[in-house]
């Protein structure tokens, strides 16, 4: 998988994209991670990338020459493959999701626009952008952030990035929160492990996974659950339990 990521501030990539698990992906060839400076597409002598909005207002507007330029000149990397997906983070975007993340995992490129300022020129997202994703109901100061973590997100569901164990059973992956994690010792501060952990006996140790995972979703996020229902990951089992709590579809 190709990241081709467009920013005024390339700076900020270094730490959360060569440290740890996405550093050991690209060393592995497995993903690769590009950064664009937009500046680097202005045409004027102070490398203008922004400009003051039509109509006036607060704030300054990313200015559609110099983003056009870069978008293309990214899309034009691949030029014998299909057009890549052209993503715009900015808050005004469609929620990033688990299942967002395993779609986009399929893709062999991405280009990441990260918005600034008060936002782009609304041709420039006419004409170059795909798709708009926001990563939660809350305002960054740019898509910067916002790009890192679906590219954190989208890489670790690439082949080869993690055990492909670790992906099934966690957190969202079958709509459902994770079951707890214990390691030794057995006893910490008079707080034991649960027994059946200790006990060897597989069968058990799943099922109480199962409705320790059912326990916290009703717990936690109960609007998740009508969701998991829905899309036919809760077993006759499951559904049992749940009643057992309270919850019916
Ligand atoms: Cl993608 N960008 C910005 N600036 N703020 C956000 C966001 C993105 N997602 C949530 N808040």
Known sequence: MIFDVLT????????????????RAQQAGLITIRLHN?????????????????GG??????KAVPLAAAIRAALA????????PVILLSPDGTPFTQALA???????????????YEGLDERVRE???????????????????????????????????????SISEESHSDGLLEYPHYTRPAVWEERPVPPVLLS???GEVARWRREERLRRTLARRPDLLPHAYVAGQLSQADLRFLAELGWMP
């Open 127 to 165: 004409a170059l952008v795909t798709h708009e994703v926001s990563i939660g109901d809350y305002v960054l100061t740019g898509g910067e952030l916002a790009a890192m973590v679906l590219i954190d997100a989208v890489a670790r569901l690439c082949p080869g990035v993690i055990d492909a164990a």
């Open 102 to 116: 395993h779609e986009l995992a399929q893709q062999p490129r991405l280009v990441l626009l990260c918005g600034h």
């Open 57 to 62: 207002g607060a704030g300054m507007v990313m």
């Open 200 to 202: 060897g006996h597989h």
């Open 8 to 23: 005024l501030f390339p700076a900020m990539f270094s730490g959360p994209t060569t440290e740890s698990i996405l550093k």
């Open 77 to 84: 990397l691949e030029p014998k493959a299909p057009p890549a």
């Open 38 to 54: 937009i500046r680097d597409w202005a045409t004027d002598r102070h490398r203008t990338a922004d400009d003051a909005p039509y």
